[in-house]
């Protein structure tokens, strides 16, 4: 195994942090359409997703753990907003199944990309990890896009807007997904992690071929302005009350057993 | 714009200029956020096929396996009744693959034919156990035995 | 999770059928054969066995609400990951539920319109709000293992669709109640503000635990043709029997108090004795005047407009119904 020079801890930590949230809080939105999906089966299939993501979540905390940091139910329950490293687009509550669908393609791409990338990284926890969920993000990709490509070209006038007016909506907030870190360079001279750059160069390619088959107008990354804050700790309005309604149990005895 | 710009038109209309009507208080806040009017609507029942077709499907759980039928899924068409049906049969222990077919695809007979089955029990001619080999062997044997033994005495 | 209404349809004793197929239908169940969709059977089988799946399935996509009113709140990761699964199986018993249902004549989108109108009944413990999250706690366990008794039993009748799905659903509830039970042995063991929330949530729930069955065997006619005929498997009583047998030495154990002063174990009979447990709240809460009927049915039709544009768009006009196979 290779040791890690010490140095490199915040750079890994902020990476492990920037990915866990992101599954973290995603998993959780997913999971609030538990009973209230469009038909039964569907809501079976997104429920998955949604365990998937958290399950990502606490594989992430733990390496974290073992670097320091407090156990994943501490982390993942017990911080505050500042202190967490996802991007905006996983903090928007759900809305409609249009939004919900678009947010899903747009961020499983990237996390397929991203896995991919880490297969052959120095960090072994995380090429381990990439390698043990290849095919759980293989599905979510796979579901994403025929939901996507259905509603947007072989569905009705109604969902082809819908669908169009979602990309439009979730765009610059996925450009989020990629925003730089002051680690960035040194994770890809370190061989741990190529870059945000690369990944959404990787990402666009994806999606503008996917986003092609639905027959929908992919915005114009040029002209759109990218949500970035989130992975400084500068979020929007909607995480901190999603944060105290995860923890309100949690919370009310916080050293008890749950 | 107020926090629930995301909702579905359905619900809550758009932003600011929803009128404000008397929502359900639930304990559950994901249906507080749904913003669901205290007064029902008037029902408009669904038409046939609103939940789609129903597909069959078969399961198999490890390569060699004959695939199995463990059930069906409503799906509106077979790409889609392949990603719905994955969760539905396949989310606890392994699974190698699915196939899916269209319900309406499959014949069978009718309940009333399933007589047709019923066969008279005489045709032992294809079954293993009309042949008792082992017994012809044995009384082989045995000629072979004394044909030797009437030579040998010549 | 599915308690016992049969008592809500009385058996239709006027149905005029040929004698000589019935004598036919009910040696094959006395021969423990099982029937078949498509086999011939009387209509009054038909009526009562699609009652019970469909009402079974309603009470599974309806059991996902009170339980998911604390899917956003769970505390760490073991217990929102499992309370996820669990919330996501109860809807996959009512995917299975109604293609079994199905399999008699009626189509889904018939069946969930008459839930969503209100029409249908489905199980009345759903009509109880889940206060905090010791309530989920006790549902997960003590539901869930009413629900265990009364389906395992149900997975050795007569109807086969029914019995196969009741099958696969047993096995993973098996994992509910597990789940359950080590939620409120968790709790039962914490500080003393989660046993104090545990013994309210108890409290709160006995009533409805008790109506779970269904009324008193005296209360219900006509079920001796249902036990013949293999759609009922135990009478209500007998099964409220086994659940108190099973479940109140385990209750006591964990030091919990159950809200009862006359509930104990007659040593002569054999039998539990317990206080009336008020069966016109029962009949009030059936009739569409518990704590949350109103909500539960507000919420499914919620769910239904906001999916309604995505099983629009993908519905195909010349489609062709037919009743799945299971």
Same mark, same amino acid.
């Given at each position: 195994m290779t040791v890690l020079p010490v140095e490199l801890q915040p750079a890994l930590k902020d990476l492990l942090y920037r990915m866990a949230d992101d599954a973290l809080i995603l998993g959780h939105r997913h999971s609030e359409w538990t009973g209230l999906g469009p038909i039964l089966e569907e809501d079976i299939a997104f429920s998955s997703i949604a365990q998937d993501k958290i399950g990502h979540a606490y594989a992430l905390y733990q390496p974290l753990h073992e670097l320091g940091e407090p156990d994943p139910d501490r982390i993942a329950f017990f911080r505050d907003a500042p202190d967490f490293r996802c991007c905006h687009l996983v903090e928007y509550?759900?809305?409609?199944y249009d939004f919900s669908l678009m947010r899903h393609l747009l961020f499983d791409v990237a996390e397929q990309w991203r896995y991919h990338l880490l297969?052959?990284?120095?960090?072994e926890p995380l090429a381990r990890l990439a390698r043990k969920v290849r095919g759980e993000i293989k599905y979510h990709v796979f579901h994403a896009t025929q939901w996507v490509i259905q509603l947007g070209a072989r569905g009705t006038e109604e969902s082809h807007q819908r669908m169009q007016q979602a990309l439009e909506r979730v765009f610059p907030l996925a450009l989020g997904i990629f925003e730089v870190t002051p680690y960035d360079e040194l994770l890809a001279a370190e061989g741990i992690f190529p870059g945000e750059r690369v990944l959404q160069e990787r990402w666009l390619e994806t999606i503008s071929s996917v986003i092609e088959q639905a027959t929908l107008q992919l915005p114009d990354p040029q002209t759109v302005v990218p949500a970035y804050g989130g992975r400084r700790g500068i979020h929007t309005e909607y995480l901190q009350p999603l944060l105290d309604e995860m923890g309100e149990v949690i919370r009310s005895e916080p050293d008890a057993e749950w | 714009m107020g926090g629930m710009w995301h909702l579905s038109s359905e619900l809550a209309g758009s932003g600011m200029s929803a009128p404000r009507t008397v929502t359900i208080q639930s304990l559950d806040p994901r249906i507080n956020r749904l913003r669901i009017p205290a007064e029902l609507p008037e029902f408009t029942p669904k038409p046939m096929l609103d939940e789609w077709e129903p597909y069959e499907v078969f399961w198999k759980e490890k390569p060699g396996d004959q695939p199995v039928h463990v059930g069906t899924v409503r799906a509106p068409n077979p790409e889609m009744a392949l990603v719905l049906a994955k969760e539905g049969y396949c989310r606890r222990g392994k699974t190698y693959t699915i196939w899916i077919v269209r319900t309406a695809d499959i014949y069978t007979f009718s309940p009333d034919d399933t007589?047709?089955?019923? #066969?008279?029990? !005489?045709? #032992?001619?294809? !079954?293993?156990?009309?042949?008792?080999?082992v017994q012809k062997i044995l009384r082989l044997k045995r000629q072979q035995q004394r044909e030797r033994s009437s030579e040998e005495g010549e | 999770m599915y308690g016992n209404l049969s008592i809500v349809e009385p058996l239709n004793t006027e149905e005029r059928e040929d004698p000589e197929r019935v004598a036919e239908f009910e040696e094959r169940i006395a021969r423990g054969e099982k029937i078949e969709p498509g086999?011939?059977?009387p209509r009054e089988y038909r009526r009562q066995v699609l009652r019970m799946v469909e009402q079974h399935a309603h009470s599974e996509i309806i059991g996902a609400l009170p339980e998911g009113t604390w899917i956003t709140r769970a505390p760490g990761f073991k217990r929102k990951l499992a309370l996820m699964a669990k919330v996501q199986d109860e809807v996959g018993h009512a995917q299975l539920l109604y293609s079994a249902a199905e399999t008699l004549g009626k189509p889904r989108e018939q069946m969930i319109n008459d839930l969503l109108s209100g029409k249908a009944k489905y199980s009345n413990v759903f009509n109880y709000p889940a206060l905090t999250w010791a309530d989920t706690a006790i549902i997960a366990w003590l539901i869930d293992a009413a629900a265990i008794i009364n389906q395992t039993l149900n997975s050795k009748g007569s109807y086969g669709p029914y019995a196969r799905a009741l099958e696969r659903i047993c096995k993973e509830e098996a994992f509910h109640l597990k789940y359950g039970y080590d939620n409120v042995v968790t709790l039962a063991s914490g500080t003393k503000r989660q046993r104090q929330m545990l013994q309210e949530a108890l409290n709160r729930w006995w009533k409805p635990i008790m109506h779970f069955f269904g009324p008193p065997d005296s209360m219900s006619v006509h079920s001796e043709k249902l036990l013949r005929w293999k759609v009922k498997m135990a009478s209500n009583d007998e099964m409220r029997q086994m659940f108190l047998d099973a479940y109140v030495p385990k209750i006591w154990e964990l030091g919990l108090t159950i809200p009862d002063p006359k509930l104990r174990k007659n040593p002569e009979t054999g039998k539990w004795e317990y206080s009336d447990p008020d069966w016109d709240e029962f009949w009030r809460v059936i009739n569409g005047n518990g704590p949350c009927n109103r909500e539960r049915l507000a919420v499914r039709r919620t769910a239904d407009e906001l999916g309604a544009w995505v099983r629009r768009a993908l519905l195909k006009p010349n489609g062709r119904y037919v009743a799945p196979l299971f």
């Open positions: 509550p759900n809305g409609g297969e052959s990284s120095r960090y | 007589d047709i089955f019923a #066969t008279v029990p !005489e045709k #032992t001619y294809r !079954e293993p156990d009309a042949y008792k080999v | 086999d011939w059977m």
